[in-house]
T-cell receptor, first 115, second 115 residues
Framework: DQQVKQNSPSLSVQEGRISILNCDYTNSMFDYFLWYKKYPAEGPTFLISISSIKDKNEDGRFTVFLNKSAKHLSLHIVPSQPGDSAVYFCAAKNAGGTSYGKLTFGQGTILTVHP | GAVVSQHPSWVICKSGTSVKIECRSLDFQATTMFWYRQFPKQSLMLMATSNEGSKATYEQGVEKDKFLINHASLTLSTLTVTSAHPEDSSFYIC???????????FGPGTRLLVL
């Protein structure tokens, strides 16, 4: 049961353009969402997050949008840079119960930004 | 801030031996630490959650007698892979968060190879 899905395994973007990474979830108990960037053989690096009470959060070149009714979130990177090339994971946190605080990860999207 | 370290970064051991991996939060007190495992080209799989001073909570299918977790202080958690076998070879990553934050910060990971 994949509760967090990133349906695009890869995305290729030209430098300077916008990168849009998408994520869908099914569990309505998720109350906090995060995006992580990961290089091979390294731990994930936190990028940006959003609470379920908001629909947008912006930090520099990164903006995360949350559509609760559609159970969909997206990460926008503008402008994209070659150094952004990595695997991007979205993650969702459970609000309560025995799963409180646990993160559920999507499968990841490989972003390649071409010079 | 929010730096998490892991030691060792990689380890090679013989089948049947035990391996201990340390996870430290360097600049914050981690009331909760998480241990993940990542197989090649797959997402992160949560193995267990540990709260400081209490027993770890293991995910379904994870053997608690094989993967011993200790979270004795607010800055240190250890994962011991007991009687390691080649199928335990993987990339193990820890994360940590404090009681005031929703975000989990990840360590750099430990590559384990069991011969």
């Amino acid at each position: 049961d994949q509760q967090v899905k990133q349906n695009s395994p890869s995305l290729s973007v030209q430098e300077g353009r916008i990168s849009i990474l998408n994520c869908d979830y099914t569990n309505s108990m998720f109350d906090y969402f995060l995006w992580y960037k990961k290089y091979p053989a390294e731990g994930p690096t936190f990028l940006i997050s959003i609470s379920s009470i908001k629909d947008k959060n912006e930090d520099g070149r990164f903006t995360v949008f949350l559509n609760k009714s559609a159970k969909h979130l997206s990460l926008h990177i503008v402008p994209s840079q070659p150094g952004d090339s990595a695997v991007y994971f979205c993650a969702a946190k459970n609000a309560g119960g025995t799963s409180y605080g646990k993160l559920t990860f999507g499968q990841g999207t490989i972003l390649t930004v071409h010079p | 801030g929010a730096v998490v370290s892991q030691h060792p970064s990689w380890v090679i051991c013989k089948s049947g031996t035990s391996v201990k991996i340390e996870c430290r939060s360097l600049d914050f007190q981690a009331t909760t630490m998480f241990w993940y495992r990542q197989f090649p080209k797959q997402s992160l799989m949560l193995m267990a959650t540990s709260n400081e001073g209490s027993k770890a909570t293991y995910e379904q299918g994870v053997e608690k007698d094989k993967f011993l977790i200790n979270h004795a202080s607010l800055t240190l958690s250890t994962l011991t892979v007991t009687s390691a076998h080649p199928e335990d070879s993987s990339f193990y990553i820890c994360s940590a968060r404090d009681r005031y934050q929703e975000t989990q910060y990840f360590g750099p990971g430990t590559r384990l190879l069991v011969l």
